[in-house]
């Protein structure tokens, strides 16, 4: 969207639901709550995690790596911010989004700290009124802090 323009009213709609998924996204994910981030995904979702080299395929595959990352996070949490959203409607039914996602490290004992910043990009599919992420790419731009290797550990991470 071109600053300065009046945007459609069916743009402000889809952009402020993207806008609810990201915020909904980081909300959940610092609450741990795993079958909540899961919901916003499509059934069928691929996640392509750059910081893993890892493609995650279907909400199974994504729910397991959910499920290791939430007790990873526990042991030394984070909290997720969303910041520069961006959003265009592709046709009736799909979209695509776009938006940085800053992680502080909320670490006991420690001043927060900024542990990374990831770009992601979302291909957004609505099925039954709702939008939902169907496939996300997720790359790390910036990574000045990293987990203590006895965290990963813990949380079941191969290292």
Excluded at 46 to 72: N, S, Y
Excluded at 122 to 136: N, P, S, T
């Amino acid at each position: 969207m071109d600053p300065g323009y009046e945007p459609d009213l069916a743009d402000l709609r889809l952009r402020a639901a993207y806008q609810e998924i990201v915020d909904e996204f980081c909300r959940r994910t610092d609450a741990y709550d795993v079958e909540g981030i899961v919901d916003l995904f499509t059934d069928d979702m691929v996640i392509h995690m750059h910081v893993a080299d890892e493609v995650l395929v279907g909400k199974e595959a994504f729910r397991a790596q959910q499920t290791k990352a939430a007790v990873l996070h526990r042991i030394e949490p984070l909290g997720h911010y969303a910041t520069n959203v961006t959003c265009r409607r592709v046709d009736d039914d799909r979209a695509e989004g776009r938006h940085s996602a800053l992680i502080v490290a909320l670490w006991e004992g420690r001043p927060p700290s900024i542990f990374a910043i990831l770009d992601e990009r979302d291909v957004l599919r609505r099925q039954g009124g709702r939008w939902r992420i169907a496939e996300r790419f997720s790359a790390v731009v910036g990574t000045p802090m990293s987990h203590s290797p006895e965290a990963f550990q813990a949380a079941g991470f191969t290292i």
